[in-house]
């Protein structure tokens, strides 16, 4: 039977704009499912007063890092925790000294149970160990800041063999800085900047043993901070006079946003 043309036509322009549209659709499912978030973001932040954060409760750098990590749309969900302890140096969070180690302890075994998370522990400690006297341990030599963040890690990693572990550099502080608590000083700020190197070392040496757990943080933020002080920083007095050694608010969101960059490319 031969069909009216019309009708003919009529067929084949249906079928034109069925394939057509299932083309469109298959587009829009492959973009989508390429868009889709991965797995939940659990980060929990070690360090001293500048992790703990010196402004209001939600104003820290782990609150500024987590906002900017969830911008990013990477993830399904960033859930940030803050274990900084104002005054707190590497060896208040050695597990045998049962203080600051407990509280990471307590969190990580709660957030290690969701197998569809990935557990990120962001660490940023020295500050204190660089000081002359006064915070625990202080002054803490390179080698034994490099011995502490590896008894740290290697307990970490023993606990939870799938967390990434990352260590951002000590930032920068005024070279007169010297508190009721804690005495710095420009020895302090030399000794702060010799542990990089040991961040360095302590990164080799798990990468040779083959371990990409542990990564190097953000380094960054020691150089932003030595120029942009006097707008980042909050103005302290002490006995040595006007020092600089804690972030303002405006300081805690350029230093989250330097954390959140260096966890985003970790733990991608």
């Given at each position: 039977m031969k069909l009216n043309p019309l009708y003919t036509t009529?067929?084949?322009?249906?079928?034109?704009?069925?394939?057509?549209?299932?083309?469109?659709?298959?587009?829009?499912l492959t973009?989508?499912?390429?868009?889709?978030?991965?797995?939940?973001?659990?980060?929990?932040?070690?360090?001293?007063?500048?992790?703990?954060?010196?402004?209001?409760?939600?104003q820290s750098p782990p609150i500024y890092a987590g906002n900017y990590l969830r911008q990013q749309n990477k993830w399904n969900g960033v859930n940030i925790y803050n274990a900084g302890v104002s005054g707190y140096t590497t060896v208040d969070?050695?597990?045998?000294?049962?203080?600051?180690f407990i509280k990471?302890?307590?969190?990580?075994?709660?957030?290690?149970?969701d197998k569809n998370t990935e557990l990120v522990i962001s660490m940023m400690l020295g500050t204190n160990d660089s000081a002359i006297k006064g915070p625990?341990?202080?002054?803490?030599?390179?080698?034994q800041y490099l011995a502490n963040l590896k008894t740290i890690t290697d307990t970490l990693l023993a606990r939870y063999p799938q967390c990434k572990i990352i260590y951002h550099y000590p930032i920068w502080y005024s070279n007169n800085t010297h508190?009721?608590?804690?005495?710095?000083?420009?020895e302090g700020q030399q000794r702060v900047r010799s542990y990089w190197l040991e961040i360095d070392k302590?990164?080799?040496?798990?990468?040779?043993?083959?371990?990409?757990?542990?990564?190097?943080?953000?380094?960054?933020?020691?150089?932003?901070?030595?120029k942009n002080y006097l707008t980042d920083f909050r103005v302290e007095n002490g006995p040595s006079g006007t020092f600089y050694l804690h972030p303002n608010q405006k300081g805690d969101v350029a230093l989250g946003e330097f954390w959140a960059k260096a966890i985003a490319k970790a733990a991608r």
């Amino acid at each position: 039977m031969k069909l009216n043309p019309l009708y003919t036509t009529l067929i084949s322009s249906n079928q034109a704009k069925f394939v057509c549209l299932t083309g469109v659709c298959l587009l829009i499912l492959t973009v989508f499912a390429f868009k889709q978030p991965g797995k939940k973001l659990n980060i929990i932040f070690i360090g001293d007063s500048i992790t703990h954060g010196t402004m209001a409760k939600d104003q820290s750098p782990p609150i500024y890092a987590g906002n900017y990590l969830r911008q990013q749309n990477k993830w399904n969900g960033v859930n940030i925790y803050n274990a900084g302890v104002s005054g707190y140096t590497t060896v208040d969070f050695l597990p045998n000294t049962r203080k600051g180690f407990i509280k990471v302890r307590t969190l990580g075994d709660s957030l290690a149970e969701d197998k569809n998370t990935e557990l990120v522990i962001s660490m940023m400690l020295g500050t204190n160990d660089s000081a002359i006297k006064g915070p625990n341990g202080s002054p803490v030599a390179p080698e034994q800041y490099l011995a502490n963040l590896k008894t740290i890690t290697d307990t970490l990693l023993a606990r939870y063999p799938q967390c990434k572990i990352i260590y951002h550099y000590p930032i920068w502080y005024s070279n007169n800085t010297h508190n009721r608590g804690a005495m710095y000083l420009q020895e302090g700020q030399q000794r702060v900047r010799s542990y990089w190197l040991e961040i360095d070392k302590l990164v080799k040496y798990y990468h040779k043993s083959k371990s990409k757990q542990v990564c190097k943080g953000d380094k960054q933020a020691y150089a932003y901070f030595e120029k942009n002080y006097l707008t980042d920083f909050r103005v302290e007095n002490g006995p040595s006079g006007t020092f600089y050694l804690h972030p303002n608010q405006k300081g805690d969101v350029a230093l989250g946003e330097f954390w959140a960059k260096a966890i985003a490319k970790a733990a991608r």
